[in-house]
């Protein structure tokens, strides 16, 4: 890959269930990485695992993207329509003596790996069918194999995490179609990436193996490989995978509780990546700021009291539309109705007093949350940081009777 090369990043989801907290910090890198270098930032949806992949889940995930306020360009990538492309690539590869088919069944699969940790050998499978003369092939189901190099190294040179080195002889001859005629997950990646014109794969580090193996399939085609960039994974307060003892854990689950849009990407940011001490930053700051050199190793930790600090300082930052658009959103998040008139004039959107008359009776008493000081900004992040649900702050404003309302 060329440097000068147009930067394209890709998020590639599978389509299992709702978008999590880790999913939703990849797709942020990615989309920062591109949009603060002018590239494209892609969506694919991998969705080749049919039995579990469901159209709520897909949508689930686009929905999560859209309120982050994560732009894709073009239409999103169906990873299971590009099936007949896959093959195709795997058939090519059978061709040119990368791939070979093997005959060998389950069975003797499981029988082998058995016998060789009975024996306390190796259980990486060694298929017979490996160097085997095409003319001796049956007519028999099969499966089409990678011919993995058997010497040597494989190198991953990975912009976080350095150069990793996997010993060949420890990476099997993986599958890439199986005896159906599907294809496998780590084929389908490849070729996808490849299709779509992607220079550099940002993704969890518990990928890291997978890009040896893949790489693999780069070199057989004798395509570019793309710069890795596998980023610590995100672990819950006590330094264990996040789950729902650690609290919210899916992005709509945030969105529910009233975060900010913006302070959920600031917030994210942070989880790994650094600039400075840098704690609070702008959209803006952070793509002309991101870069991968920036990214630790070490797992980041959800910090809750930090996410309502950094929430209560982007709600003091907002204009009066930017409030009223994340009440609406929460609103609609949470199945309420949408505000009505009063309710809009008890938030005082028209804080100005009528001419002549002055203190406009419809306002309620005390500071304007939405009057542009310092001490009304700081008073409204504070409100908000305490309470720790992004913006409940308002609530009291617009409470009223039904009779009144």
């Known amino acids: 890959m060329t440097a ?65 306020g994560l732009d894709w360009n073009g239409t999103p990538v169906s990873q299971f329509e590009g099936r007949d492309r896959h093959a195709e690539v795997a058939l090519e590869m059978l061709a040119n003596g990368s791939a070979y088919r093997c005959y060998s069944t389950p069975e003797e699969i499981t029988s082998f790996r058995e016998s060789a940790k009975a024996e306390g050998r190796s259980t990486l499978f060694l298929s017979p069918w490996r160097d085997a003369d095409p003319a001796t092939w049956p ?12 010497a040597g190294q494989t190198i991953v040179r990975d912009a976080v995490q350095g150069d990793v080195t996997f010993a060949n002889d420890q990476l099997d001859d993986m599958v890439l179609l199986r005896s159906d005629g599907t294809p496998t997950y780590m084929h389908a990646v490849v ?15 518990d990928h890291l193996t997978n890009a040896a193996r893949q790489i693999q399939i780069y070199q057989a085609m004798g395509w570019d490989i793309p710069v890795f960039a596998h980023i610590p994974l995100i672990h819950g307060t006590d330094g264990k995978k996040p789950s729902k003892r650690h609290g919210a854990v899916g992005l709509h689950e945030y969105a529910a509780l009233g975060y900010p849009a913006a302070a959920m990407r600031n917030y994210l940011a942070r989880l790994g990546w650094s600039h400075g001490d840098d704690e609070l930053f702008t959209d803006a700051q952070a793509r002309d700021w991101f870069d991968l050199d920036g990214i630790g190793k070490a797992p980041a930790r959800l910090d809750f009291k930090k996410l309502e600090h950094v929430s209560g300082w982007h709600i003091a930052q907002m204009d009066d539309a930017a409030l009223i658009a ?46 542009d000081d310092r001490a009304s900004r700081r008073n409204r992040g504070k409100s908000a940081g305490r309470a720790g649900f992004g913006i409940p702050w308002y609530a009291e404003r617009i409470d009223c009777r039904a009779a009144e309302c």
């Open 4 to 68: 000068d090369k147009p930067v394209v990043t890709r998020f590639a989801p599978s389509p299992t269930g709702y978008l999590h907290i880790g999913g939703a910090r990849t797709a942020l890198f990615n989309w920062l990485f591109a949009r603060g270098r002018g590239g494209k930032f892609l969506l694919r949806i991998e969705d080749t695992d049919r039995a579990r992949s469901t159209p709520e889940a897909t949508e689930a995930i686009l929905k999560g993207l859209e309120w982050l």
């Open 139 to 150: 007519d028999a189901p099969h499966v089409i194999r990678l011919k993995a190099p058997r």
């Open 191 to 205: 070729v996808d990436d490849h299709d779509m014109g992607v220079t550099h794969i940002i993704r969890g580090d």
């Open 326 to 371: 994340e009440l609406g959103a929460l609103l609609a998040e949470t199945g309420q109705p949408a505000l009505n008139g009063t309710q809009l004039s008890r938030l005082r959107l028209d804080s100005a007093p009528a001419e002549g008359k002055g203190e406009n009776p419809a306002r309620i008493a005390g500071p304007s949350p939405f009057r």
